[in-house]
């Protein structure tokens, strides 16, 4: 099984929007609903900001919001933060009970 | 409010066993709801899923590792544990215990996170 492909930076100035891209196949994004959005500050462990596609878990800002068209998941960010500035790691559930990870995506808030 | 903490030796040498301990506490880990799991970072690098218990005794493995990775829960003491053997220095890693919400099925997504414990395998 292959990582799912992420660019490994993307960036924008406060208040603008930003896509991040999750490239999977048909064994895995393309099959299941089940891609999650994790963000990572230096040294800290990642936090869930999307599950299940497009929902949110309480407490994340409606700044965040994920989407899917076949094989390839996204997350937006909108109205970028300075506080936006972490990493980004994709998750998909995939065929046989695994979950594969994203290499992740440095958003830089210019 | 559930935190997870993981434990165990910091260095191990090529070819050996590394073995580490998540312990949980502000909840209980023998329950249908969740799923635990271990997941490592390399330096520099990204996530990788290890494998998944649930208090049932069923477990997951990620199959490029499956050979070489145990994984347990002792209830008794609210730990579930990681070993995997004959390491390499490819197995350094920052190493993350997690849990899974199991409301549906599949279990997702790494809702609670430790604070990861970083491994060097280095003679």
């Known amino acids: 099984q292959s990582a799912l492909t992420q660019p490994p930076s993307a960036s924008g100035s406060p208040g603008q929007s930003v896509t991040i891209s999750c490239t999977g196949t048909?064994?895995?994004?393309?099959?299941?609903?089940?891609v999650s959005w994790y963000q990572q500050y230096p040294g800290k462990a990642p936090k869930v900001v999307i599950y299940?596609?497009?929902k949110r878990p309480s407490g994340v800002p409606d700044r965040f919001s994920g989407s899917k068209s076949g094989n390839t998941a996204s997350l937006t960010v909108s109205g970028l933060q300075a506080e936006d500035e972490a990493d980004y790691y994709c998750?998909?559930?995939?065929?046989?009970?695994?979950?594969?990870f994203g290499g992740g995506t440095k958003l830089t808030v210019l | 409010q559930l935190q997870l903490q993981e434990s165990g030796p910091g260095l191990v040498k090529p070819s050996e066993t590394l073995s580490l301990t998540c312990t949980v506490s502000g909840g209980s880990i023998d329950t249908s709801t969740f799923y635990w799991a271990w997941i490592r970072q390399p330096p520099g690098k990204g996530l990788e899923w290890i494998a998944s218990?649930?208090?049932?005794?069923?477990?997951y493995f990620n199959p490029s590792l499956k050979s070489r990775v145990t994984i347990s829960m002792d209830p008794s003491n609210n730990q579930f544990s990681l070993t995997l053997s004959s390491v390499t220095a490819a197995d350094t890693a920052l190493y993350y215990c997690?849990?899974?919400?199991?409301?549906?099925?599949?279990?997702?997504?790494?809702?609670?996170w430790g604070q990861g414990t970083m491994v060097t395998v280095s003679s």
């Open positions: 997690a849990r899974q919400d199991r409301t549906d099925w599949p279990p997702d997504p790494f809702d609670v």
């Open positions: 218990v649930y208090y049932s005794g069923s477990t």
């Open positions: 998750s998909s559930y995939a065929a046989r009970n695994n979950w594969l």
């Open positions: 048909s064994s895995d994004v393309g099959n299941y609903d089940y």
């Open positions: 299940e596609v497009t």
